[in-house]
């Protein structure tokens, strides 16, 4: 299955290790990233493949344990994240 990671918060070392680290420990694939600073705020958009045997909610439950570190991280289906940015 395919889903697209948005990570938005204030930029500090280590952002992008964290989030691939988890991702690496869930055997999920990062197929294209995109990352950029606006001011003080470090923005990424991840499309990743997971595993069948990798529940999304369960990547998701793991992603979400990095708001601690002041980062908002949202995990969509591609097809649910298709659907709502269609004009």
């Not at 923005?43 to 980062?71: F, H, N």
Request: no cysteine; glycine share 4%; hydrophobic share 45%.
């Amino acid at each position: 299955m395919k889903a697209v990671i948005t990570v938005i918060g204030e930029d500090k070392t280590g952002i992008i290790y964290k989030v691939s680290k988890i991702l690496y420990e869930m055997n999920v694939n990062i197929e294209d990233i995109s990352q950029t600073i606006m001011q003080k705020y470090f923005t990424m958009l991840m499309l990743v493949s997971i595993p069948q045997d990798v529940k999304i909610a369960d990547l998701a439950e793991k992603l979400a344990e990095l708001k601690e570190e002041g980062l908002s991280i949202q995990v969509q289906k591609t097809d649910i994240f298709d659907a709502m940015h269609k004009i």
